[in-house]
């Protein structure tokens, strides 16, 4: 007997804006405050959350007057749910990129503290008929904004989780370390592992440990700027690539050099897809060019996990 096509499981459908309704009950474990987030009737959203229980044959949340709990069922559909969104939101850019005509525009991601601007104005002034537009990143989606199709090109700093995607190198970036003005080592042109092996060292919240220095508590630091903030707060010291402490100067935060470090690399990604495209071509050729690399785009770098880029 032949297979049936994986289409005509009619138990596989699943009704995104149910998920998405889903989703908001179970961050606010409230039907008010997540209706009036969604911007629907509550009671639209009661039974829109019915209709989905009885779609999976499951009950997703226990709910009294005083309280809304998640099943586990309910617990595990909310670690699957971000996924199942985040990929079809993924498709439809991939298919809207898909139907642009050829060559007529590109998406730039960037990290913060990235200047891309010469690079852009370059590649603009010699390809008109491109449309370049450029969004901000932050480190633990420089892999995800090309995978998903947010970026054609992302300028990132490796490693990047991405390894599948094609990296090219552009420059080194130093590692400096961010300390308050006032703070003892602030008195010192550089710095060494040994002299921060006392210090409290801060990360982004979900990255590893850094090899030097003490483990912070966790604080909600995603960004620079927030992990800028505590540095400038006596909450501990940061370590910053040098594109970012150029970029972020500020009376209270001191840069130093990291002696025996070593350096992030600045670099773009792309899929394999993208970066055989003319226009994609194109541009990183520019980046190469301004950088001061070679003419010929280097071998695409392995994939590194040893710490993670800020």
Known sequence: MARQARYLDLSAELDLRKLRYFLAVAHHLNFGRAAAELMVAQPALSRAIQALEADLRVRLFDRNH??????????????????????????????????????????????????????????????????????????????????????????????????????????TDPEMIALPAAHPLARQDAVSPADLAGETMLRYDTAPEHQVGRPSPRRGIR???????????????????????????????????????????????????????????????????????NSRAPDPMPRATARSAP
């Open 66 to 171: 005083h309280k809304v709990t998640l099943t586990p069922a309910g617990a595990a559909l909310a670690r699957e749910a971000e996924t199942l969104l985040a990929r079809a939101a993924a498709a439809r850019r991939r298919v809207r990129a898909a139907g642009r005509a050829p060559g007529t525009a590109l998406t730039i991601a960037f990290r913060p503290g990235i200047i891309i601007t010469d690079v852009v104005q370059r590649f603009t002034a010699e390809h008109p008929e491109v449309a370049v537009n450029a969004i901000r990143i932050e480190w633990d989606e420089q892999d995800a904004a090309v995978a998903d199709g947010r970026a054609d090109i992302a300028w990132i700093r490796t490693p990047i989780a991405g390894s599948d995607l094609v990296i090219t190198p552009l420059f």
């Open 223 to 293: 960004t620079m700027e927030e992990k800028l903030e505590a540095v400038a707060l006596g909450h501990g010291l940061a370590l910053v690539p040098a594109t970012a402490a150029a970029y972020y100067q500020r009376p209270d935060i001191t840069y130093r050099p990291v002696t025996g470090a070593q350096p992030y690399q600045v670099a773009l990604a792309a899929t394999s897809e993208t970066a055989q495209r003319p226009e994609a071509q194109a541009f990183i050729t520019t980046a190469l060019a301004i950088s001061g690399a």
